[in-house]
Structures are given as structure tokens and as C-alpha cells.
């Protein structure tokens, strides 16, 4: 599912973080969905390769 091939990103570029903290949320007429996930990072590279690879997947369009 879109949501596991996520948190498996994360999981690689975060590990250990907080998967009980992630909140989904569908767009109002059911087209997209939207993934609030927090993490600590280490810093500016580390979120980079993460956003480079979110994008890779293919599922993702936008990251803020």
C-alpha cells in the first residue's frame, strides 16, 4: 500500500521513529492522501537522500 511503501522510507532515513504518530488524511473528494510524519533529523543531507527517495517511489508528488 501507498502508506507501507512510505513508512519504509522513513524507516530507512529515520529509523526507529514513531509510527504511532503518523496521521493520514484523505483529500476531500477521496484523490489523495496525505501523511504528517515526524521525525528528528540528524540534518540537511539526511533530508535529502529522504525527499529524493520519497519522490522515487513514484507515489509521491509533493513534499513540505
Known amino acids: 500500500t ?18 504511532q504518530t503518523v496521521i493520514a488524511k484523505l483529500s476531500s473528494k477521496g484523490t489523495f492522501t496525505s ?8 540534518g540537511q543531507e539526511q533530508l535529502e537522500a529522504l525527499h529524493q527517495d520519497l519522490l522515487a517511489t513514484g507515489h509521491v508528488t509533493m513534499v513540505i
Do not use: K, Q, W
Not at 501523511?35 to 540528524?42: F, G, H, S, V, Y
Open 35 to 42: 501523511l504528517n510524519i515526524t521525525i528528528t533529523a540528524t
Open 2 to 19: 501507498f502508506e507501507a511503501v512510505i513508512l519504509d522510507v522513513f524507516e530507512r532515513h529515520a529509523p526507529g521513529f514513531d509510527e
